[in-house]
Structure formats: C-alpha cells, structure tokens
T-cell receptor
Framework: GAVVSQHPSRVICKSGTSVKIECRSL??????MFWYRQFPKKSLMLMAT?????????EQGVEKDKFLINHASLTLSTLTVTSAHPEDSSFYIC????????????FGSGTQLSVL | DAKTTQPPSMDCAEGRAANLPCNHS???????VYWYRQIHSQGPQYIIH???NNETNEMASLIITEDRKSSTLILPHATLRDTAVYYC????????????FGTGTSLTVIP
C-alpha cells in the first residue's frame, strides 16, 4: 500500500509557541490530504481537508487561524498549530488519498503534541 | 455520509475468528464500506473495503448483507497483534470525499 510519512512523531513545546507538522506522501501524488485530531480514548475527529494549490476547507468549529494548513505540492501538506496552548495538546494525524485506489485513505503515524 | 453503528468492545480468543459487526442502515447505493483499525498511538491502518460483493484479502474478509444495511469484518485467526480499535466507515469513493470516523469497536484478543 501507499506510504504516508508524518513528522515529527512527538513534540513538546512551551505555551505560546507555534508548531509545524509535516505530512508527506512518499510513493504517490496526493491532491487531497486530511488532518485529524484525536484525544485519549476518543475517535478521530476530522479537522480539515487540504487540497493542493488551494485553501483548506475546515470542519465546523475548527479555527482556521489557529490551525494553518498549507498544501503547496502534491506530496506535502503541513499543519501549523499557532500560539499553542495546553488545550491544543492532542494526537494529530494526517492522511492522503491516492486517486487511483478507489478512494482508500492512507494515514501517517501521527504526532503527539504536548504543550506545557 | 451514512452513519455507522458498532459495538463499543469485543473480546476474542487467540486463534479463533473475530467477527466484527457494523450497521449502516442508511447507506446509499454509491457508498462503499471501508474498514480501518488503529493500534494504540498509531495512525489507522487500511484493512479492506467493498461495495456490494463480499471481499477477501490477506488480512480479512468483508461480508456485506444483500440489502447492504450491515456488514461484518472477519479476522479468520485472531492474534494478539490484532488487538486494536476497528472502524467501519461508509462513504462515496471520490477525490474530495471525507472519511468521518465513528466510535469504532475495541477488540481485545485474549491469549
């Protein structure tokens, strides 16, 4: 199956700083990538849909100025958590869809963000 | 996308078949059924998907009822490494169509 690489796997930062998470499709071109957030013992919550070359579409209740998404190439999308606060601590997961594989999504390994 | 209903948890003895049900009674004709699983602190892993017919791959089998209102994921010989949360998702296959995750079934394989 296709491979999606997410980096970093874990980050600890101070309150007020910004954190960038990268998501790369390694062996396919992904015109669409998705970003999810997951709290402990909870399901994945879709945050936004990222389309290459255009603005991301955010789910209701997700602050677009807080969670900046850039999808400048067919293999890279980034999520920047701006001015992070402790309540932003969570597990963030990206995914990418290969258009030739009947709509299957492939997921990165996730980033555990801890804001002190 | 259609809503899915899954039991919150299940146990299965190691070496036995694990049968995980999913109810999707409002599924529409062009929506596929996808199954993913998530092992603790990792990203979800694709297992299998289907539209109408039963499907089998190296990981599992997917049985879809004739009316398509429910399906069952079968892990034929469960191992301890199959302990995970299993998610059933229905959606239209297409470039921009989102995957919305429900609560899933937490499967524990018991030695």
């Amino acid at each position: 199956g296709a491979v999606v690489s997410q980096h970093p796997s874990r980050v600890i930062c101070k309150s007020g700083t910004s954190v960038k998470i990268e998501c790369r499709s390694l062996d396919f071109q992904a015109t669409t990538m998705f970003w999810y957030r997951q709290f402990p013992k909870k399901s994945l919550m879709l945050m936004a849909t990222s389309n290459e070359g255009s603005k991301a579409t955010y789910e209701q209740g997700v602050e677009k100025d807080k969670f900046l998404i850039n999808h400048a190439s067919l293999t890279l999308s980034t999520l920047t958590v701006t001015s992070a606060h402790p309540e932003d601590s969570s597990f963030y997961i990206c995914s990418a869809r290969d258009g030739g594989l009947q709509g299957k999504l492939f997921f990165g390994s996730g980033t555990q963000l801890s804001v002190l | 996308d259609a809503k899915t209903t899954q039991p919150p948890s299940m146990d299965c003895a190691e070496g036995r078949a694990a049968n995980l049900p999913c109810n999707h009674s409002t599924i529409s004709g062009n929506e596929y059924v996808y199954w993913y699983r998530q092992i603790h602190s990792q990203g979800p892993q694709y297992i299998i998907h289907g539209l109408k017919n039963n499907e089998t791959n190296e990981m599992a089998s997917l049985i879809i009822t004739e009316d398509r209102k429910s399906s069952t994921l079968i892990l034929p010989h469960a191992t301890l490494r199959d302990t995970a949360v299993y998610y059933c998702i229905v959606r239209v296959a297409g470039t921009g169509n989102q995957f919305y995750f429900g609560t899933g079934t937490s499967l524990t394989v018991i030695p």
